[in-house]
Structure formats: C-alpha cells, structure tokens
C-alpha cells in the first residue's frame, strides 16, 4: 500500500465509497450480498496521484479483492467459472484460443 492510502483525505473517499456501494460488487454479480470492506480502484493506479484520486472506485469484499481482484491485475484475466462451467471473464485465455 501506498503513501497515498495513508492520508485522512483517502480515508474520507474510502468510508464514502463504502457507503454508497455496501455490498461487494463481484459477489453482487454473481448473485450472493456479502458485504463490502473494502474499497478498491477499478483500475490500477500505479502510485499515479492522478488516477489514484480520480479514479473510479468499487467496493469489494476483502476475499475478491486478495484473490480475484490481484489475480485479474498479475495475469490480465478473471479466472472465476461461471455456473456454466465456462470462464466469465472473455479476456481468459481459453476464449482466446478460438478466434
């Protein structure tokens, strides 16, 4: 974690974004309300002050974030399977293969 996650100013936009956003939002997409703890850039910031203040943010349950969430940022893709039994991310290499 950052300099930048150390300051009451993130603090503040944190506790806000929790509040708007109580449930996480990768559990709410696959039906389930777990709530948020949470709140995580939707794209890296890159220690970038910019992007790190003006970024959009989603909240998150601490286990999307730790797995799926740092998963998705090392290897470019989701690897959650849907009830399909299919990858849900189309960025996941098996759809890759086909085109």
């Not at 470019?76 to 290499?93: K, Q």
């Amino acid at each position: 974690m950052g300099a930048l996650h150390h300051t009451a100013r993130w603090r503040r936009r944190a506790q806000h974004q929790l509040r708007v956003e109580p449930l996480c939002r990768a559990c709410l997409a696959e039906g389930k309300a777990v709530p948020a703890r949470v709140a995580d850039h939707v794209e890296p910031h890159h220690n970038d002050p910019m992007k790190f203040w003006r970024g959009a943010l989603q909240s998150l349950c601490t286990h999307c974030h730790e797995s799926r969430k740092k998963y998705a940022e090392a290897h470019g893709f989701d690897n959650t399977i849907g009830i399909d039994g299919w990858p849900t991310d189309v960025r996941h290499p098996v759809f890759q293969a086909r085109k």
